[in-house]
T-cell receptor, first 116, second 113 residues
Framework: DTGVSQDPRHKITKRGQNVTFRCDPI?????LYWYRQTLGQGPEFLTY????????KSRLLSDRFSAERPKGSFSTLEIQRTEQGDSAMYLC??????????????FGQGTRLTVV | AQSVTQLGSHVSVSEGALVLLRCNYS??????LFWYVQYPNQGLQLLLK??????LVKGINGFEAEFKKSETSFHLTKPSAHMSDAAEYFC???????????FGKGTMLLVSP
């Protein structure tokens, strides 16, 4: 296993367009997280899946954002009607856990979104 | 709510000098604390974690951190800096039963020859 994989690595889009990012977690990991990181800041939590169920969403996740994890494997994060403020690095992480017991979260290399 | 504060957005050291990156936490319950490193345009790599076992935690690449409850601190140290240590370092705390992380704003470590 090569770790958490994210695609694409970079995306430039025009304001108002829709974009979709993909994350492939480590294969045996049941938990998957999306974070957003803007310049000069630490990553901020967006949403969390356990298997296919989306269990937690941050207030940062506006109505224009939607995430899915069909069949509990890969996940997609879609941003509709992108705005310049959406420009950021989008990070995916995965871990293996039950209840409060959890392995460390392994991060992908991120997708850098630039909205022009 | 749990949070972490990293003191100093930039720390500069000479190669071979001691590295000290500061992190203070705020938590109403015993925290799980982490240090991650991020190289330019890369994801985050776990350096070490504190999960209420030993208060002195050893990590990868010669880094270690000491959990001090009395000072609510979890500072990261390395006895001798190497040029390859130049990166951004993030302190983080688990904030929910789902193990989601809350990160500090990060400290950029600059290493000069």
């Amino acid at each position: 296993d090569t770790g958490v994989s994210q695609d694409p690595r970079h995306k430039i889009t025009k304001r108002g367009q829709n974009v979709t990012f993909r994350c492939d977690p480590i294969s045996e990991h049941n938990r998957l997280y999306w974070y957003r990181q803007t310049l000069g800041q630490g990553p901020e939590f967006l949403t969390y899946f356990q298997n296919e169920a989306q269990l937690e969403k941050s207030r940062l996740l506006s109505d224009r954002f939607s995430a899915e994890r069909p069949k509990g494997s890969f996940s997609t994060l879609e941003i509709q009607r992108t705005e310049q403020g959406d420009s950021a690095m989008y990070l995916c992480a995965s871990s293996l856990g039950t209840g409060r017991h959890n392995t460390e979260a392994f991060f992908g290399q991120g997708t850098r979104l630039t909205v022009v | 709510a749990q949070s972490v504060t990293q003191l100093g957005s930039h720390v500069s050291v000479s190669e071979g000098a001691l590295v000290l990156l500061r992190c203070n936490y705020s938590s109403s319950v015993p925290p799980y604390l982490f240090w991650y490193v991020q190289y330019p345009n890369q994801g985050l790599q776990l350096l070490l974690k504190y999960t209420s076992a030993a208060t002195l935690v050893k990590g990868i690449n010669g880094f270690e951190a000491e959990f001090k409850k009395s000072e609510t601190s979890f500072h990261l140290t390395k006895p001798s800096a190497h040029m390859s240590d130049a990166a951004e370092y993030f302190c983080a705390v688990i904030t929910s039963g789902y193990s989601t992380l809350t990160f500090g704003k990060g400290t950029m470590l600059l290493v000069s020859p």
